[in-house]
């Protein structure tokens, strides 16, 4: 491949901000609204919302704050709602972390991907960094 011949990774049209057709590998999930979100909360669960579903919550013994992974698959905006919470933290697109909702475990890619396990064995066994899309946390 000659210099100057290289595919851009999308082909974005004419309106700025138009997503048009990837190029390679699906990124797709990059440039759209996240899916699923992380809320990190102290204290009592999260208030019911009407279009947000909220799939697991992990609970820690060594902190005071709860992680929740809520889905927002009709209208991404509404997780706005939960950032004036009381107690709500921080609310983050999805990125390498696993849920547990018993007997299945959560395991989630990215913003836009998740993985269902039906066993804590099945979900360790599993290695995320084989798949292309997974995002690692944020650092500390």
């Known amino acids: 491949m000659a210099v100057g011949d290289e595919k851009p990774l999308w082909n974005v049209g004419g309106v700025a901000g138009e997503l048009g057709e990837l190029v390679g590998d699906d990124l797709r999930w990059m ?6 979100w ?13 279009g947000l579903s909220y799939l697991a919550t992990n609970r820690f013994a060594d902190s005071p704050f709860d992680e929740t992974l809520v889905a927002t698959p009709e209208q991404p905006s509404l ?4 950032r004036d919470v009381p107690g709500v933290c921080s609310v983050e697109p999805g990125y390498l972390r696993y849920f547990f909702r018993p007997p299945t475990v959560i395991a ?21 960094f084989d798949d292309p899309d997974t995002v690692l946390p944020p650092s500390a």
């Open 38 to 50: 992380i809320v990190r909360h102290r204290g009592a669960s999260l208030p019911p919302i009407h």
């Open 108 to 128: 989630v890619l990215n913003r836009s991907a998740i993985n269902w396990f039906d066993s804590v064995d099945e979900a360790l066994s599993w290695d995320p």
């Open 31 to 36: 440039v759209e609204p996240p899916l699923y």
């Open 79 to 82: 997780i706005e709602l939960l």
